[in-house]
């Protein structure tokens, strides 16, 4: 088991969730998580990297699957212009690599927000940490566990 699997399940069992991590075969785009899933686009957790450029700090938003964000908005609630976070960036910061990035068990805390799409499902599908592993979650417990923030940020 790859290290940032173990950290997205030791998460999870840590805040007493029991989730079964499923893997389902490549995952790294939304469609193909869907696909992968049996469930909506929009029910699969987007986790967008943002590099803060005042702080040099990765900012997380978490998005539906068909949504995609307004980098003006995202601005706004993160406080600071954001520009594209590079792969090194991504990895240092959250421990994951793009394409795998789950919305919780980041290496180090960082300011996240959540698409209020998300909250219209019982269960929403994210990344467990690499580009193949994806978990069901009820997106309410998604959004305590991440820390994220509900707000408007989509284009």
């Known amino acids: ?3 940032s699997l173990r950290r997205v399940r030791a998460a999870l069992e840590g805040a007493g969730v029991a989730i079964q ?3 389902p ?3 790294r785009t939304a469609e193909q998580a ?4 049996g469930c909506a686009l929009d029910q699969i957790v987007k986790s967008i990297i943002f590099r803060g ?4 700090h990765v900012r997380l938003f978490l998005t539906a699957g068909g949504n995609r964000v307004c980098p003006d908005r ?3 609630l993160a406080g600071e212009a954001l520009g594209r976070a590079d792969a090194a960036l991504v990895r240092a910061e959250t421990g994951f690599a793009i394409g795998g990035v789950a ?3 980041l290496l180090s805390p960082c300011p996240t927000w959540a698409d209020p799409r998300l909250l219209a499902f019982d269960q929403v599908w994210a990344a467990a940490g690499t580009p193949r ?3 069901a979650i009820d997106p309410q417990t998604l959004v305590s566990l991440s820390g994220a923030t509900v707000a408007e940020f989509i284009q």
């Open 34 to 37: 869907a696909a992968a899933a």
């Open 133 to 135: 592993h994806i978990f």
């Open 103 to 105: 919305p919780l068990g």
């Open 53 to 56: 450029e005042a702080s040099g």
């Open 1 to 3: 088991m790859s290290k």
């Open 74 to 76: 995202a601005s706004a």
């Open 25 to 27: 075969g490549e995952t």
């Open 21 to 23: 991590i499923q893997e």
